[in-house]
T-cell receptor
Framework: DVKVTQSSRYLVKRTGEKVFLECVQD?????MFWYRQDPGLGLRLIYF???????EKGDIPEGYSVSREKKERFSLILESASTNQTSMYLC??????????FGPGTRLLVL | KNQVEQSPQSLIILEGKNCTLQ??????????LRWYKQDTGRGPVSLTI?????NTKSNGRYTATLDADTKQSSLHITASQLSDSASYIC????????????FGAGTRLAVHP
């Protein structure tokens, strides 16, 4: 079974803090994604990566950056957390154009 | 503009009953459509994937239909169980972009005993 893991299930941070969300997949997938999910809205793509050290902006990249130094690991960075970044963050990986596999999510609260 | 609308937003049914969830999309060009199930506090899990040439696909008690001409899909759940309580998300694949999935907001289903 494909396994996508995220470093934290719940996280509480203060405004202005730098926040790292880590995602690891164990199936050698080329593509990895970061989404945020807010009530009443569909998942929105923040960034994605189709190879090591490659990254592309999604629909809502402002306030975020990413890092992919190894194929299995994709990190999302909030340089200076703000309250409007309180959300559920979901990581996903996918081989080619096949089905996307999601991690369990990280629920981030920024105070 | 590529959009996905799901209805109803939420639904409550009794255990053992059937229900149908609707999805209308305006994604073009269209490649395939997926339905995901998302339990509360968890990541979405794929239920079915349908290409534009498929009309019906079943996965146990879940049956998805697709009408690519009218850009409508439905997910029918038969003999519902308490474990079916979740959000169900419709996801058309926009083939005009390399990695573009368009996510609906989902239908939140609650199955009561």
């Amino acid at each position: 079974d494909v396994k996508v893991t995220q470093s934290s299930r719940y996280l509480v941070k203060r405004t202005g803090e730098k926040v790292f969300l880590e995602c690891v997949q164990d199936m050698d997938h080329e593509n990895m994604f970061w989404y945020r999910q807010d009530p009443g809205l569909g998942l929105r793509l923040i960034y994605f990566s189709y190879d090591v050290k490659m990254k592309e902006k999604g629909d809502i990249p402002e306030g975020y950056s990413v890092s992919r130094e190894k194929k299995e690991r994709f990190s999302l960075i909030l340089e200076s957390a703000s309250t409007n970044q309180t959300s559920m963050y979901l990581c996903a990986s996918r081989p080619g154009r096949e089905t996307q596999y999601f991690g369990p999510g990280t629920r981030l609260l920024v105070l | 503009k590529n959009q996905v609308e799901q209805s109803p937003q939420s639904l409550i049914i009794l255990e053992g009953k059937n229900c149908t969830l609707q999805c209308n999309y305006t994604v073009s060009p269209f490649s395939n459509l997926r339905w995901y199930k998302q339990d509360t506090g968890r990541g979405p899990v794929s239920l079915t994937i349908m290409t534009f040439s498929e009309n019906t696909k079943s996965n146990g008690r879940y049956t998805a239909t697709l009408d690519a001409d009218t850009k409508q899909s439905s997910l029918h759940i038969t003999a519902s169980q308490l474990s079916d309580s979740a959000s169900y998300i419709c996801v058309p694949f926009f083939s005009g972009g390399y990695n573009k999935l368009i996510f609906g907001a989902g239908t939140r289903l609650a199955v009561h005993p």
